[in-house]
């Protein structure tokens, strides 16, 4: 290699011998103010890929490895096992032309290093890679500039993102759209880690796997305390089915099996309240070695150093973090899809939903591929899931479980505090898993947990309890429930009452007002924040996109279609909930956060004065699971849920029934579509109880805030009374 070269040339090189290659020689060599590029050549097929870019790191290119030092003083190569396998290093470019150098020498490289300058930023040799169908993709959204040796845009200057620059009849496209578009360096990530798991992972379920699966995670914990039990194989059982679920479902995120839990369970607690026990994880959760993306393409190639306080209470216990779980890009839908990972479906039915935003997370417990997990809901997302996937879920209080080291789409939102909370395949699951995380005094890890210790003796009280009283609320007064979500919860307060507990219909002070207030809360910031985090072109959530344009609009526009709905369309509802979808002053937002003040006082006062009950039973939503695109019409139906994150109350949901074709089939007496508001007729657009036969659909049990240990006792005893009048709810089979 010459020393006055300013690229540096390795040949004949194999994955494993890149950081060897590269330390000694370029160490002394390097020149801090010129960012000066080491290229590996003639190395496996595998390095054969399209350019990935994070905000100018590239890690191959165009088949060839490349790395630099990043900065002055700063010499860090990184490259993981994951990358290597992949032939794939580290590159940084700079963001103006260094000193003394010209376009016309950087060009000169092109051949070896394929990426030139063009615009004030660089371009990278790939659009080859995208294929007709990707070159189709960028047209559509307005993105190509330039095709077959042609320029379009000699000044890129002059367009807002010149994504497509030609020089000497090769095309080069922007790094950053050749990941956007392409879409595969996290699902080809993926994929390598699923393949390349050993052997144990990938055959068939023995009749130990299963004698494992079965056992409640309490009794395995026991099993694991006395010695009888190894974690290694519990994580390899659950492993398995986990791969067999993500197959069905595209459930997975980051598989994180081996060998980063595998190495885990090597130094396990095994004396913890979970030891052993695998636990899965909504992908904006923070685990060390891997990244957070929430859905948003920029975030990728971004392995966080360090474990989130969720993730080092769950090692502390002994419990074996194996894999994150999808979500929705935005984190505001319940559907779970983005570009990133893809689209999540439904194990009951691929054509519908699992729930979101922790619709991953659902889809892997009701398959069968873990028996416990942790999600966050700000609107119903660990409750909806359920509800659509049928599990079990609580939504706990702000302060009851720990929240630091995550990632949102919308950090310093606090007019509706996102909560993270557990999630499970059985009840009794739940409840140990939730009394195990709060004996771990969650206040020690994260400043943000109140220092709440498990009440035993609440739990134990509601348990023994005689004579429950129970409200129910039948409708939020804005989208009337289904006929199989009213049948749900009418089987489950038939049963309350036959049991001998006193159930009573109740009117609580306004839901839809609290729809209207909690919107106006959750998006006060006109969308701005979770928008600022896609890239041009990437694909968003029908939904989200909806609540967008309708906060984009002028105010003069928005103004006239307001009286539009409310007089022409003779729609008030619809009307208010839309007008108030608009960015706040900081004055407005303090404005309703004292609404919202008021408003939790009047529940509070109600609850206690009026209706004097121990807990609330409601339907989780208006229907059951919707189809792949259906928060686009649904998008606002999220009342019954979204009203107890405004209360912060607690709330759990319970699988119940499956959807009957012909029990559900037939809408109510007088039910018209012309007649509903906006949010109903979104809802209903997607109702068929034929083509939803045998999806869940599930009750919701709602307590007042931090009632964890009452409602969590107030489900079981629910479970126990449907299971004892022979209505016990039927989980999918493990394949």
Not at 172 to 198: C, M
Not at 199 to 213: C, I, K, T, V
Not at 421 to 429: G, H, I
Not at 479 to 499: F, G, K, N, Y
Request: aromatic residues 8%.
């Amino acid at each position: 290699m010459s020393d006055m070269s300013p690229v540096q040339i390795c040949t004949n090189l194999l994955p494993g011998q890149c950081c060897q290659a590269i330390a000694a020689p370029i160490m002394n060599y390097f020149n801090p103010s010129y960012p000066s590029v080491v290229v590996f050549t003639n190395l496996s097929p595998l390095h054969i890929a399209a350019v990935w870019a994070r905000r100018g790191n590239i890690r191959a290119c165009s088949g060839v490895p490349i790395a630099t030092r990043p900065g002055p003083g700063n010499w860090r190569h990184q490259v993981t096992g994951d990358e290597r396998a992949l032939g794939a290093s580290y590159i940084t470019l700079p963001t103006t032309l260094p000193p003394g150098e010209t376009e016309a020498n950087w060009l000169s490289a092109e051949g070896v290093l394929g990426f030139v300058w063009g615009g004030g930023r660089w371009f990278v040799k790939g659009a080859e890679s995208l294929g007709e169908s990707g070159t189709k993709k960028l047209k559509r959204r307005g993105m190509v500039r330039a095709e077959h040796g042609t320029v379009y845009a000699r000044e890129p200057k002059r367009w807002k993102r010149p994504d497509v620059l030609v020089v000497n009849g090769t095309r080069y496209v922007d790094a950053e759209t050749v990941d956007l578009l392409s879409s595969k360096q996290k699902k080809l990530e993926r994929s390598t880690r699923i393949a390349n798991l050993p052997p144990a992972y990938h055959g068939p379920l023995s009749s130990y796997d299963r004698e494992l699966l079965k056992t409640p995670i309490e009794h395995l914990v026991q099993d694991v305390h006395k010695g009888i039990v190894k974690p290694i194989d519990i994580l390899r059982s659950y492993g398995k089915v986990a791969i067999k679920a993500h197959a069905k479902t595209n459930c997975l995120t980051e598989v994180m099996i081996s060998p980063a839990a595998e190495s885990w369970i090597e130094h396990v607690n095994l004396k913890g309240p979970l030891a052993g026990i695998p636990v899965s994880l909504k992908d904006s959760i923070t685990v060390r070695g891997f990244d957070v993306s929430v859905g948003y393409s920029r975030n990728t190639g971004k392995p966080f150093a360090e474990d989130g306080a969720i993730v080092k209470i769950l090692k502390d216990a002994g419990a074996v973090p194996y894999v994150k779980t999808n979500l929705p890009i935005s984190l505001l839908s319940f559907e779970s899809a983005n570009d990133v990972w893809g689209r999540s479906t439904n194990p009951h039915n691929d054509k519908y939903s699992p729930g979101g935003s922790t619709g991953g997370e659902s889809a892997l417990l009701a398959y069968g591929g873990g028996r416990i997990g942790i999600g966050s809901d700000v609107a119903g997302s660990v409750r909806v899931p359920a509800h659509f996937a049928g599990i079990y879920s609580l939504r706990c209080s702000t302060g009851r479980w720990p929240k630091m080291g995550t990632k949102t789409s919308m950090p310093g939102q606090e007019g509706i505090p996102s909560v993270f909370s557990p999630m499970a395949r059985t009840l009794p699951d739940l409840v140990y898993f939730t009394r195990s995380m709060i004996g771990m005094k969650p206040w020690e890890y994260d400043h943000s947990v109140h220092p709440l210790p498990w009440q035993s003796d609440v739990y134990d009280q509601t348990k023994g309890q005689k004579t429950l009283r129970i409200g129910v609320m039948r409708s939020d007064g804005v989208v009337p429930p289904s006929p199989a979500c009213l049948r749900a919860l009418s089987t489950a307060t038939t049963a309350l009452s036959t049991a001998g507990h006193t159930v009573i219909d109740l009117f609580p002070p306004s839901p839809a007002r609290a729809l209207i207030l909690a919107s106006s809360l959750l998006n006060a910031d006109g969308c701005r924040t979770f928008l600022s985090y896609f890239r041009t072109g990437e694909w968003n959530d029908p939904g989200a996109a909806q609540m967008a344009f309708y906060a984009s609009l002028p105010r003069p526009i928005k103004y006239l279609h307001y009286l539009y709905t409310k007089y022409i369309k003779r729609d008030p509802f619809w009307a208010e909930l839309l007008y108030n979808f608009r960015a706040r002053s900081a004055h407005e937002q303090w404005e309703l956060v004292a609404q919202r003040e008021a408003y939790k006082a009047e529940w509070h006062a109600w609850w206690r004065d009026e209706a004097k009950i121990d807990v609330l039973l409601s339907p989780p939503n208006a229907t059951p699971a919707v189809p792949h695109g259906g928060m686009k019409d649904a998008v606002a139906s999220c009342g019954y849920t979204f009203l107890f994150n405004l209360l912060d109350y607690t709330a759990g949901v319970i699988p119940v029934t499956h959807v009957d074709r012909e029990l559900d089939g037939l809408l109510p007496a007088g039910f018209a579509m012309k007649g509903m508001n906006g949010v109903a007729r979104g809802a209903y657009k997607h109702y068929d109880a034929g083509k939803m036969h045998g999806l869940p659909v599930g009750v919701q049990i709602v307590g007042q805030r931090l009632q964890e240990e009452k409602v969590l006792a107030v489900m079981e005893r629910v479970v126990e009374i449907l299971q004892h009048e022979g209505k016990g709810y039927e989980l999918l089979d493990i394949e």
